[in-house]
Nanobody, 115 residues
Framework: VQLVESGGYLVQPGGSLRLSCAAS????????MIWVRQAPGKGLEWVSS????????YYADSVKGRFTISRDNAKNTLYLQMNGLKLEDTALYYC?????????WGQGTQVTVSS
């Protein structure tokens, strides 16, 4: 299993970014997927989830209305569109596959929101 995140960058408050997670080594279109983040000096925070066909999505209150999770099963890719970025969105963002009570993680992509 391999999960490779990309798209993190330095952006000003109010800006937008789209994160991608390229998945391989498993049947992507059969798995629920998750975005998790970790801000500097803080614990892990669940951000968003999506079911296997993309028909159901879920968001933390802290990002609801600003972030959109999606997936392209033909490309084995998970996305996180982030709009209206705030200073507190600064974190390392991980793509995660839950698997029978265990979790596969990518290496993360850094998002820094700063003026």
């Amino acid at each position: 299993v391999q999960l490779v995140e990309s798209g993190g960058y330095l952006v000003q408050p109010g800006g937008s970014l789209r994160l991608s997670c390229a998945a391989s080594g498993f049947t992507f279109n059969t798995y629920y997927m998750i975005w998790v983040r970790q801000a500097p000096g803080k614990g892990l925070e669940w951000v968003s989830s999506i079911n296997s066909d993309g028909g159901s999505t879920y968001y933390a209150d802290s990002v609801k209305g600003r972030f959109t999770i999606s997936r392209d099963n033909a490309k084995n890719t998970l996305y996180l569109q982030m709009n209206g970025l705030k200073l507190e969105d600064t974190a390392l963002y991980y793509c995660v596959r839950p698997y029978y009570g265990l979790y596969d993680w990518g290496q993360g992509t850094q998002v820094t929101v700063s003026s």
